[in-house]
């Protein structure tokens, strides 16, 4: 029998750690000290629920008491396992909805990586409560269902309009450029996109005609998964020549009125809605251009949109139109920087919405070196435009237009902080549901602020 109570190596041994601090110990001090040392192997029995191990003020409980406060009847209607019929029980909405906002909050975007936090993260697990998820379930939730993702926007505004906290007065517009999830290699033009298809289409052929040669050789799901893959190629593909055909024709209308040459055009064989934009770097890449239209007043996002356009000249009347159709009403003021500011935009804004816009004239210091008044009205100018040209000129009107920077400029810096850099999906449709997402996120904090604020004022 061993003299040794544990063999070498087993438990109870002390670790290298413990052995050099001993034997220091005991060189200087001549004996050794008494520790305590981590002892990792040993069961404990604790009694405690997840809400017990969950501190209260964690942001958790505030995402999911907002989210409980919502009505997603929406979602609820459209679950067949209901009382009395058979069925699988389906997942709470509240749960999914709730599981996105707080994963934008700690800038997650991926499905996969937040069922992994599912299981691993203590907060992401109380909102769970036990039920579970998987990276499947939480995509479709998030990319199938942009229509409720945009109605739950309108939902939260007008629920704070409805209580006074929100007046949607006065807006400030601005767009944020975003990657695509797609490559530059990835653009090709309109013949190699031929080319492309008709391989595809190919390969689709060569895989059912394997199927029926060789059946034993991959399993159901390996073929069904295969010829998956492969339609959805030729899916892409299709949709990327037809992109590249309708952008050829604009550029060759934009050309016949410029008199420019005509480029090319060229579409993405991983993301046939994206574009190649230019960046705040100056960098050019493949994107989509989110705009936000925020309440300065109280700084909830009111107007969201993902468009394939790099040019904001004529974005501010669709958010407009995009406000009166959510709200039954649009913002009596509007401000944009100049990028915003074409004719044509202030001109509708002014005519169809009664929308006063402020945004900075274009070459105002060259116009003033060229002994020039900016602000007097030029030939052929509208009502509209003659009056925009003379209320720039105005101190009221500069110091209205300080309040895009403070309003528009942070909102695109608080999503950026929870990293919207990059988009998660692909497609236009499913983009924009992303940058819902995040408007909601946003929305759905700044409720809970504005409504604490209003209950300390009454108090």
């Not at 009847?73 to 709470?92: M, N």
């Not at 892409?236 to 005509?262: F, T």
Request: proline letters at 3%.
């Amino acid at each position: 029998m061993s003299e040794f109570l544990f063999e070498p190596g087993e438990k109870g041994q002390p670790s290298p750690g413990e052995v050099g601090v001993r034997a220091s110990a005991t060189a200087a001090m001549g004996g050794t000290p008494r520790l305590r040392i981590p002892h990792r192997d040993q069961v404990e029995m604790r009694w405690a629920s997840l809400d017990q191990l969950l501190e209260f003020g964690h942001r958790a409980r505030v995402v999911w008491a907002a989210v409980c406060g919502l009505d997603l009847s929406r979602w609820l209607d459209e679950i067949k396992a209901v009382e009395g019929h058979v069925g699988r029980d389906a997942t709470d909405p509240r749960l999914l909805v709730a599981l996105w906002v707080f994963a934008t909050l700690d800038a997650v975007g991926s499905a996969r990586e937040v069922a992994r936090l599912c299981q691993e993260h203590l907060a992401y697990q109380w909102l769970c409560g036990g039920v579970g998820v998987n990276h499947r379930l939480l995509s479709e939730f998030r990319s199938h269902h942009g229509d409720k993702w945009d109605d739950l926007l309108t939902q939260i505004v007008a629920s704070l309009m409805a209580e006074g906290l929100v007046t949607m007065q006065r807006v400030a517009q601005d767009g944020m450029r975003v990657r695509a999830d797609a490559g530059k290699s990835s653009f090709r033009r309109q013949g190699r996109l031929q080319e492309c298809l008709a391989e595809a289409r190919e390969q689709v052929e060569k895989l059912k005609q394997l199927a029926e040669e060789s059946p034993g050789e991959w399993t159901a799901r390996q073929r069904a998964a295969r010829e998956r893959a492969a339609e959805d190629r030729v899916r892409r593909i299709e949709e990327a020549l037809r992109n590249c055909e309708e952008l050829q024709r604009q550029r060759e209308a934009g050309a016949k009125k410029s008199g420019r040459k005509v480029r090319e055009a060229r579409a993405s064989t991983t993301d046939p809605t994206a574009r190649t934009m230019q960046f705040s770097d100056g960098g050019y890449r493949p994107g989509y251009n989110v705009q936000f239209s925020t309440d300065t007043a109280s700084g909830v996002i009111g107007g969201v949109d993902a468009v394939n356009v790099g040019s904001d000249a004529e974005l501010l009347p669709p958010m407009l139109d995009q406000h009166q159709e959510r709200y039954a009403t649009t913002p009596d003021e509007a401000v944009v920087d100049g990028g915003f500011a074409s004719i044509n935009a202030i001109e509708e804004a002014a005519d169809k919405h009664a929308c006063t816009v402020y945004a900075p004239l274009k070459d105002e210091e060259k116009q003033r070196a060229a002994g020039k008044d900016p602000h007097a009205r030029k030939k052929g100018d509208s009502e509209a435009v003659a009056a925009w040209r003379a209320r720039m000129g105005t101190a009221t009107a500069k110091a209205i237009y300080q309040l895009r920077c403070q309003t528009a400029e942070w909102v695109n810096a608080l999503c950026r902080n929870r990293g919207f850099w990059k988009m998660p999906v692909r497609g236009l449709v499913k983009c924009r549901t992303v940058a819902v997402l995040y408007a909601i996120t946003h929305d759905l904090l700044v409720g809970v602020k504005l409504r604490a604020e209003a209950q300390m004022s009454a108090a």
